[in-house]
């Protein structure tokens, strides 16, 4: 749920391509998440591929013109941690797959989605907020 708030706030205010390329630090995230809460070991050939990967998005910025002065800093914040959230919630999700059934995990996830989603839309209609409102 998390994941989603967060990309959709940066979404608002950074390029979907901006956010493309700082959303494809997810996997590097999900590798130091395992490190942390699972204390899996990071190989060399992990690490190795980490550099490589760091090194392909800074690769892409220069290449794109990454222009400092043009760049939202908080929309940026945003998507990092959507990132971040995402990378959490695969290493939760795989300590938990050894307790739980893969059906048990999405059941959860799924209701706490639409109970989350849906009290957010009584409260926002509760406020005088439409869900079809078009922003500029």
């Given at each position: ?20 390329i700082v959303q494809a630090m997810a996997p590097i995230l ?69 307790t739980y059934s893969i059906f048990s995990i999405v059941y ?29």
């Amino acid at each position: 749920i998390l994941f989603f708030l967060l990309q959709t706030l940066g979404l608002k205010i950074i390029s979907s391509s901006e956010a493309g390329i700082v959303q494809a630090m997810a996997p590097i995230l999900t590798l130091i998440a395992a490190r942390i809460i699972l204390k899996e070991q990071i190989g060399n050939l992990q690490k190795l591929l980490m550099v490589i990967s760091v090194s392909g998005v800074v690769f892409i910025n220069i290449m794109n013109g990454f222009n400092i002065g043009n760049y939202s800093y908080l929309g940026f914040l945003f998507i990092l941690m959507s990132a971040v959230s995402f990378a959490i919630y695969n290493a939760l999700t795989k300590k938990l797959s050894k307790t739980y059934s893969i059906f048990s995990i999405v059941y959860v996830t799924s209701i706490t989605g639409c109970i989350v989603f849906n009290f957010k839309v009584c409260v926002l209609l509760k406020l005088g907020f439409y869900c079809c409102e078009q922003t500029p």
